[in-house]
C-alpha cells in the first residue's frame, strides 16, 4: 500500500493488531502512546517481521502540549500522513453515578474526547496541505447503546460518534474522508484497566463466549483504507457472532 499510518493507543491491545496489518502491507508506521519502552519492542518487532518503516513517538494524548509538540517533530519522510487511527482510549470502573469515581470519570474524559480531538487537530492540517487522508476513529457499542453502571464511558464513545459525524462534514471539501468502527466485545486489556488490574473480574467479561479478539478489528480497519478514493466506510458496528446488544450474550 505504501501509505504512512498514524496509530494511537499503538502499545497494546486493537492499536498493537493495527501497526502489525498495517506493517504486513509494507506502510510507514508512525505508533504512539505512553509507554515508551513498550513502543520500541514493537518497533523492533515490526523492523524485523516486516522490515517495516516506523516512527515512535511517546506521549500522552491527554497533553495537548504533548501532542503538539510530537507531532511537530515527525521528520519529513513520515508528514504525509495518509491515514490517523484514533485507538487511544480506555474504560474506568463501572459503578452507578451517584457511586462514581470522579478522577476516572475525568480520565476517561481526556482520554477518549479531548486526546481523539487533541491529536486531530495536530494532523488534520498536514493531511489539507497533502491533498487526500483518512480519519477512522475507534468507536464502541457502548456509543450506541447504555448499559448499567456504563454512564460516563458511554458517553465518551456517545461522543466519539457525534466527533465523527461532524469531521466528516467539516472534511468532505478537503478530499479527507471520515470512517467509525464501533466494536463489540473485545478481549484485550480493556477490561483489566477497567478493574484496576482485577485479573478474575476482568476474565469473567469474556467468560461463555467467543470475544472479538483485537486482530478481527484490525483486520476491518484495514479493509476500510483499501477501497477506491470514492468509497468511504461512514461506519461500521462490529460484533461477536454470541453478542446481539451491548448487554444480550449467548454465553455457553
Not at 14 to 40: M, P, Q
Not at 83 to 108: H, Y
Not at 157 to 168: W, Y
Request: proline residues 4%.
Amino acid at each position: 500500500m505504501d501509505k504512512t499510518i498514524l496509530i494511537t493507543g499503538a502499545t497494546s491491545g486493537i492499536g498493537s493488531s493495527c501497526a502489525h496489518r498495517f506493517a504486513k502491507e509494507g506502510n510507514r508506521l508512525i505508533i504512539t502512546g505512553r509507554r515508551k519502552e513498550r513502543l520500541e519492542s514493537i518497533a523492533a518487532e515490526l523492523k524485523s517481521k516486516y522490515n517495516a518503516s516506523v516512527e515512535i513517538l511517546a506521549f500522552d494524548v491527554t497533553k495537548r502540549s504533548q501532542v503538539e509538540k510530537a507531532i511537530d517533530s515527525l521528520l519529513p519522510e513520515f508528514r504525509n500522513i495518509d491515514v490517523l487511527i484514533n485507538n487511544a482510549g480506555l474504560a474506568l470502573g463501572l459503578n452507578a453515578i451517584d457511586k462514581g469515581d470522579q478522577d476516572q470519570w475525568e480520565t476517561m474524559i481526556d482520554t477518549n474526547i479531548k486526546g481523539l480531538l487533541f491529536v486531530t487537530r495536530a494532523v488534520v492540517p498536514m493531511m489539507i496541505a497533502h491533498g487526500k487522508g483518512h480519519i477512522i476513529n475507534i468507536g464502541s457499542i457502548a456509543g450506541r447503546e447504555v448499559y448499567p453502571n456504563g454512564n460516563v464511558y458511554c458517553a465518551t464513545k456517545a461522543a466519539v460518534d457525534s466527533l465523527t459525524k461532524a469531521m466528516r462534514i467539516d472534511l468532505v471539501t478537503k478530499n479527507i474522508k471520515v470512517s467509525q468502527v464501533a466494536p463489540g466485545a473485545v478481549e484485550t486489556e480493556f477490561s483489566l484497566v477497567r478493574f484496576s488490574g482485577d485479573k478474575n473480574a476482568a476474565d469473567a467479561v469474556y467468560k461463555g463466549f467467543n470475544p472479538l479478539t483485537p486482530d478481527d478489528v484490525a483486520e476491518v480497519v484495514h479493509y476500510i483504507t483499501t477501497l477506491p478514493p470514492h468509497v468511504n466506510i461512514n461506519d461500521l458496528l462490529l460484533m461477536p457472532a454470541q453478542q446481539a446488544s451491548a448487554t444480550v450474550f449467548n454465553k455457553i
